[in-house]
């Protein structure tokens, strides 16, 4: 079956603009993560979803940055005024419940002007 | 809250030759433990993990890890590896029982391999 897929695969934006990542998780997976990779930080955990709810933001850098999911499935990471930090790889996951294994997509590359 | 060391930032070995990577983690209680590997320009394979029961562990392409509760370890092995195992490689533990269980990974080892 289809994996996680995540678009764009590569995003250039200029500073200060908006963007909008995608991630479609695996069919019937209720839980769902976004993580960032970037050289100075490793990889680090940014929100869970579990359904359309998100119990867990915590991970999120800053208010510039939010999420969404719509039917229990496809989510959306929104980045407000983008800034040269927010270069990295963002990673979506999922899992088909919780303690369970994560399946990741292919991530993401931000790249801020 | 949980943590992940893995000591070696950059590992190369010869092809053919047995590899090991060190991995620690901290937590009181027994986690649940991962190892990922990411080859460039790529997202995260799930190599092996271990949830409870038999401490050693077998995993795709060839790895093995056990799991010492004394030392706080999951340690990556495999005997002989080949060209196409040069990648990063990653350990990771989920905190259990919070609900959400969020991934903490290590920093990663970079693994090379050399004819």
Redesign the interface.
């Given at each position: 079956g289809a994996g996680?897929s995540q678009s764009p695969s590569n995003k250039v934006t200029e500073k200060g603009k908006d963007v909008e990542l995608r991630c479609d998780p695996i069919s019937g997976h209720t839980?769902l993560?976004w993580?960032r990779q970037s050289l100075g930080q490793?990889?680090?955990?940014l929100i869970?979803f579990?359904g359309n709810s998100a119990?867990?933001k915590s991970?999120l850098p800053s208010d510039r940055f939010s999420a969404e999911r719509t039917g229990g499935s496809v989510s959306t990471l929104t980045i407000q005024r983008t800034q040269q930090e927010d270069s990295a790889v963002y990673?979506c996951?999922s899992t088909l419940r919780?303690?369970d294994?994560?399946?990741?997509?292919?991530?993401t590359r931000l790249t801020v002007l | 809250a949980q943590s992940v060391t893995q000591p070696d930032i950059h590992i190369t070995v010869s092809e053919g030759a047995s590899l090991e990577l060190r991995c620690n983690y901290s937590y009181g209680a027994t986690p649940y433990l991962f190892w990922y590997v990411q080859s460039p320009g790529q997202g995260l394979q799930l190599l092996l993990k271990y949830f409870s029961g038999d401490t050693l562990v077998q995993g795709i392409k060839g790895f093995e890890a056990e799991f010492k509760r004394s030392q706080s370890s999951f340690n990556l092995r495999k005997p002989s590896v080949h060209w196409s195992d040069a990648a990063e490689y990653f350990c990771a533990v989920v905190e259990r029982g919070f609900g959400n269980e969020k991934l903490t990974f290590g920093t990663g080892t970079r693994l090379t391999i050399i004819p």
């Open positions: 996680v839980a993560y993580y490793g990889l680090e955990f869970y579990q119990p867990d991970g990673l996951a919780s303690a294994t994560q399946y990741f997509g292919p991530g | -």
